[in-house]
């Protein structure tokens, strides 16, 4: 049973801070890529951030870029720092993990992950 799990979502003001986890169960997923996507009522889902297999690279939307952290550790857990957090970060966060050969161009899409989680809502009120 692979189940991802996300937590740490919630209603917050502008410029707060929050940081979302992500459990990983069910396998080991130290070599697998892992991202954030999110995605807002009536948007597309969309890319957040990612880190692939062992920690190696970090990867950011730049709609986040500069003020967000990604990090795991190695007992298959995952985590989102998030900050200076604006009401356009309103959205539903997913976790996604995804395996197989190694690739350093297609982490921001969504097609390419085949596991999820079921999403933590993150509310910013201005």
């Known amino acids: 049973q692979v189940q991802l799990v996300e937590s740490g979502g919630g209603l917050v003001q502008t410029g707060d801070s929050l940081t979302l986890s992500c459990a990983a169960s069910?396998?080991?997923?130290?070599?697998?890529?892992m991202a954030w996507f999110r995605q807002a009522p009536g948007r597309e889902r969309e890319f957040v951030a990612a880190i692939t297999r062992f920690g190696r690279n970090t990867y950011f939307a730049d709609s986040v870029k500069g003020r967000s952290g990604i990090s795991r550790d190695y007992d298959n857990s995952m985590y989102l720092d998030m900050n200076s957090l604006r009401p356009e970060d309103t959205a539903v966060y997913y976790c996604?993990?995804?395996?197989?050969?190694?690739?350093?161009?297609?982490?921001?899409?969504?097609?390419?992950?085949?596991?999820w989680g079921q999403g933590t809502q993150v509310s910013v009120s201005s």
């Open positions: 069910g396998r080991t997923f130290s070599d697998y890529d």
């Open positions: 996604a993990a995804r395996g197989g050969p190694e690739n350093f161009y297609s982490f921001a899409i969504a097609e390419e992950y085949p596991y």
